[in-house]
């Protein structure tokens, strides 16, 4: 027992003193819960037993008294001997005290004795005119058990114990506790209850009837009591699987007390209009706040206690409708109309369109004017944007943070923008908003010139034309951009307006330009990153840090042209003190093609050109996947490094955990390169490289898979370092010998036989040089030895130390 | 024109858009009937891509929306050449801020640029372009 029972134990102890002295010869029994003696007092208790009767199912219910096993004083030692008696059987004077469950559970010890139909007619006709439901009947040992959903039922069976005499001549006992049975909801119960709701559904009026779904015939043999939360999220899901459409649910006459878990009903079920609630043990109207969502128009909450709470009827449907303003009907009454405002909430906003042309004509001149300006707004040098404005051109820019931005990063911060600001709200100084009006061609060009190096992304302007006229142009474009050269590489929102007129050439200039900048909203974020057609990707975390670089350095590109897919996650990017287009993170997937990088991290410092390019070429439904690639390379300086993954067509591969680690490498040093051309798929898993001094071409690890082959490379690992003056001379002089017809036996001739392949003369040359012993003598060891030259010297040098080698050996 | 003129203009279209933001919104928010008053009769509104022309028919596009309320945070005006107006006095003025609208009350990011023509003594919208700050390139 928790320690709260030493509480109620103490409680009870004075009870009992209670009794002592007053009570005992007349109800001993009553000590427990003191029914009648005082009725606050007594509410109290059976509030506090029941209280616990919830959080312990094993818990004696209070109304059974002495006679169910009494746990509760069992635990503490001593109350064995308590004057309470253990039984109360005799005892006629029993109080029912009604529990906060809604179910009894009714036990017959020896119940097993009879059949279930002659204990079930015993108690029937005890307790004439009253009939009863038992529900889930069974046997328990040699008990009896079953469960009635009634309380007046339960307190007549509660009085008929030991009142039947059965023809066995005993007199059965009847124990009553407030309880409910444990149920598992499985999927065997919710095809049950799944065939029962089908049952009760009415398609034609989109309405289900679960009144006293319990007690439905076809789950007689299961536990379904929708006031149980677990058994009402079951149905709930059941409707929403089957029938989430559904327009009217009747609950009536389902024991219903607490409602928070039906919150998701306006989530579920987002159609339900018609409630029906009556009967239950709702308490109070606040119950119903977890339905407040539900845009009901019929609610039907009579026979519930919350309804006792009102004296005032008007009352009641006043504050009934304050929930639901919606509602027209309640408790099968139609409510008078209700005066509300009509403040069209239900308007929705137009939808947008993505460009307006006052005048079609102007679509060409437009989209040429802006992908000529942007081209050069978006290059190196925006000097010769010159050109694109008028001579007293104007040009303003104002930028502002969004409002309830929480992001405080130093890619969201507009600091270059704010200090430029034309804000005539905060600037309100005659001479700073003349100033900060840039005004001639010259301070106009200028001062773009100082603003961040973009990248407009042209298809995603929404341009409204708003004046078309041969003497003027104005348009207006909403877009975004993103900063190239700013560390994190941030996205703004602008918003700009262009006042063209003709210039003198018969081209157009600008004359007015005003721009206003602003962070991009999460929404135009994640739209941002989008595919051409059909094709879908994502790049999660990815971290960039990028330092002291000069050019395009470190460009992530990820296209899906046609229908192919892709996803980075935990792209981790690390580039210091490089100079040019050193990194590149292309992933491209041409058509139908899937590709996928996860945890990619990239360390790359003091590199100067073209060093590290990790691509990923899917160009026709190929697919592939590079999982855990880490690269770490320092002090090269070119082409150093490049993990090219091509899939041409069909095929597929796959490198998982590639750790490359090179330093003080001169070209092209390592090339790790994946090739599947047709149908082929491959898969590099584990592989570790780790290279040092090389100076030219030195490793090169090639999977080509031409034509429908498969192969796969598992824990390949690699460790590479000068060679050896030796190494040099012996590597790459001869490839595995011949099979060639071994000369039988040494002739005394010394010239060599001619037939010898030159791999073979090579080897017997080699042996003769290192070993000083004649071609005879060298050309006998390594026939012994299988034409293996580490053999023969091996032998050679084992044989001379033992001294078997004549001196003849060594005469040429 | 003088260069004192000119700066006196540029003074002059940030004070009239001062003056007229108040005016706008105010009518835009409260009284939406009113608000077509403000448009040349030939005036145009383009309202997140979608072109209304004419005072009567921005009239009838304005009371369709639900209730709004703006909320100006960021304002920018420039006087626009005369000779290009037909000598009439016209500004460009850039209005951002947040705006509320009744049927989801989420505060969304706007903005609005006006081009804003003297006519008889009154000022007057020839054109209205707004825009929500959402993604168009869906």
Redesign the interface.
């Known amino acids: 027992m928790p320690k709260r029972g030493g509480g109620r134990m103490r409680n009870w102890k004075a009870d009992n003193d209670h009794f002592e002295h007053d009570d005992r010869a007349t109800n001993p029994r009553r000590v427990s819960f003191k029914p009648g003696t005082n009725k606050g007092k007594n509410k109290f208790n059976a509030w506090k037993n029941t209280a616990k009767l919830l959080l312990d199912d094993d818990v004696d219910m209070g109304a059974s008294g002495g006679q169910g096993p009494r746990k509760p004083y069992r635990g503490r030692g001593g109350r064995l001997g308590s004057p309470a008696p253990r039984s109360g059987y005799g005892i006629t004077k029993k109080k029912f005290v009604a529990g906060m469950l809604p179910w009894y559970q009714i036990i017959i010890p020896y119940g097993a004795k009879h059949d279930k139909d002659v204990v079930l007619r015993a108690l029937l006709d005890h307790i004439s005119p009253e009939i009863f439901i038992p529900h889930y009947y069974k046997i328990n040992g040699n008990a009896a058990v079953f469960y009635v959903d009634d309380v007046k039922i339960a307190e007549k069976l509660f009085h008929a114990d030991r009142k039947i005499i059965m023809s066995d001549g005993f007199k059965l006992v009847v124990i009553v506790r407030n309880t409910v049975p444990n149920v598992n909801v499985d999927a065997d119960m919710k095809e049950k209850m799944k065939l029962v709701m089908a049952k009760r559904y009415n398609a034609a009026t989109k309405a289900l009837d679960l009144t006293k779904f319990h007690a439905d015939p076809d789950l007689s043999e299961i536990f379904c009591a929708l006031f149980r939360p677990v058994i009402m999220l079951a149905a709930i899901d059941i409707i929403a699987e089957n029938i989430p459409d559904l327009e009217a649910l009747n609950l009536n006459d389902n024991k219903l007390h607490g409602l928070e878990h039906l919150k998701i009903l306006s989530t579920k079920l987002k159609s339900l209009k018609i409630l029906y609630l009556g009967d239950n043990r709702i308490p109070f109207l606040g119950s119903l706040d977890p339905l407040k969502s539900l845009p009901l128009v019929e609610l039907y909450l009579k026979g519930n206690p919350l309804l006792n709470r009102f004296n005032d009827h008007d009352i009641y449907i006043s504050d009934v409708r304050k929930k639901f303003p919606k509602l027209v009907r309640l408790d099968g009454v139609d409510l008078p109309p209700a005066i509300g405002f009509d403040?069209?909430?239900?308007?929705?906003?137009?939808?947008?369109?993505?460009?307006?042309l006052?005048d079609p004509a102007g679509q060409d001149l437009v989209r040429e004017f802006l992908t000529q300006y942007f081209a050069i707004f978006d290059s190196e040098s925006r000097q010769p944007l010159l050109e694109a404005y008028h001579e007293?051109a104007?040009m303003?820019?104002?930028?502002?943070y969004?409002?309830?931005d929480n992001r405080n990063m130093p890619a969201t911060r507009l600091n270059q923008y704010i200090s430029n600001?034309?804000?005539?709200?905060r600037i309100t100084e005659?001479e700073s908003?003349?100033r900060y009006?840039r005004t001639g061609k010259l301070q106009v060009v200028s001062f773009l010139s100082d603003l961040p190096k973009t990248t407009h992304?042209l298809?995603?302007?929404?341009v409204?034309l708003?004046?078309f006229t041969p003497?003027?142009i104005?348009l207006?474009m909403?877009?975004?951009y993103k900063e190239t050269n700013t560390p994190g590489s941030p996205t703004r929102?602008f918003?700009r307006?262009f006042?063209i007129?003709p210039n003198s050439g018969g081209g157009f200039c600008i004359?007015?330009d005003?721009l206003?900048v602003?962070n991009t909203?999460k929404?135009?974020v994640?739209?941002?990153a989008?595919a051409n057609s059909g094709g879908g990707f994502c790049i999660i975390n990815d971290m960039l840090y990028v330092t002291n670089t000069t050019k395009e350095q470190v460009s992530v590109e990820a296209n899906a042209n046609s229908g192919g897919g892709f996803c980075i996650i935990n792209d981790m990017l690390y580039v210091t003190n490089t100079t040019k287009e050193q990194v590149s993170v292309e992933a491209n997937a041409n058509s139908g093609g899937g590709f996928c990088i996860i945890n990619d991290m990239l360390y790359v410092t003091n590199t100067t050109k073209e060093q590290v390019s990790v691509e990923a070429n899917a160009n026709s439904g190929g697919g592939f996947c590079i999982i855990n690639d880490m690269l770490y390379v320092t002090n090269t300086t070119k082409e150093q490094v490049s993990v090219e993954a091509n899939a041409n067509s069909g095929g597929g591969f796959c490198i998982i955990n590639d750790m490359l680690y090179v330093t003080n490498t001169t070209k092209e040093q390592v090339s790790v390169e994946a090739n599947a051309n047709s149908g082929g798929g491959f898969c590099i898993i584990n592989d570790m490289l780790y290279v040092t001094n090389t100076t030219k071409e030195q490793v090169s690890v090639e999977d080509n898979a031409n034509s429908g082959g498969g192969f796969c490379i598992i824990n390949d690992m690699l460790y590479v370092t000068n060679t050896t003056k030796e190494q040099e001379e012996s590597a790459f002089k001869s490839g595995m010998p011949e099979a060639i017809p071994p000369t039988p036996a040494p002739t005394p001739t010394p010239a060599p036989t001619p037939s010898f392949s030159n791999d073979h003369q090579m080897l017997l040359n080699t042996l003769g040089q290192q070993t000083g012993m004649n071609e005879h003598w060298s050309l006998n060891c390594l026939q012994e030895t299988g034409w293996d030259l580490q053999r023969a010297l091996f032998i050679f040098n084992q044989l001379q130390s033992e001294g078997k080698i004549p001196p003849e050996a060594f005469i040429k | 024109m003088s260069t004192e003129v000119v700066?006196k203009n540029?003074?002059n279209a940030?004070e009239t858009?001062?003056e007229f933001t108040r005016v706008f919104y105010k009518q835009v928010d409260n009284s939406r009937h009113l608000t077509s008053k403000l448009y040349l009769d030939t005036g145009?509104l383009?309202?997140?891509?979608?072109?209304i022309n004419g005072n009567d028919k921005i009239q009838k596009?304005l009371m369709?929306?639900?209730?709004s309320n703006h909320?100006?945070?960021?304002?920018?005006?420039?006087?626009?050449?005369e000779n290009?107006?037909s000598n009439k006095l016209t500004y460009?003025i850039?209005a951002?801020g947040?705006v509320t609208?009744?049927?989801d009350n989420i505060?969304k990011?706007f903005?609005q640029?006006f081009?804003i023509v003297a006519v008889d003594g009154k000022w007057k919208i020839?054109?209205d372009?707004f825009?929500?700050?959402?993604?168009?390139?869906?």
């Open positions: 403040v069209s909430e239900d308007v929705t906003l137009p939808p947008r369109q993505q460009s307006f006052i007293s104007t303003s820019m104002a930028a502002n969004l409002t309830n600001s034309r804000n005539i709200i005659r908003r003349r009006l992304d298809m995603g302007f929404a409204d708003l004046v003497a003027m104005v207006t909403n877009g975004l929102s918003h307006t006042v007129v004359i007015n005003m206003y602003t909203t929404e135009q994640s739209v941002e989008n | 700066l540029v003074d940030c858009a001062e145009l383009v309202w997140n891509g979608n072109g596009f369709d929306l639900p209730g909320v100006l945070k960021t304002l920018d005006a420039q006087p626009i050449s290009l107006v460009l850039q951002c947040d609208y009744q049927n505060k990011p903005q640029t081009l020839a054109s372009c825009r929500l700050q959402v993604p168009y390139n869906s």
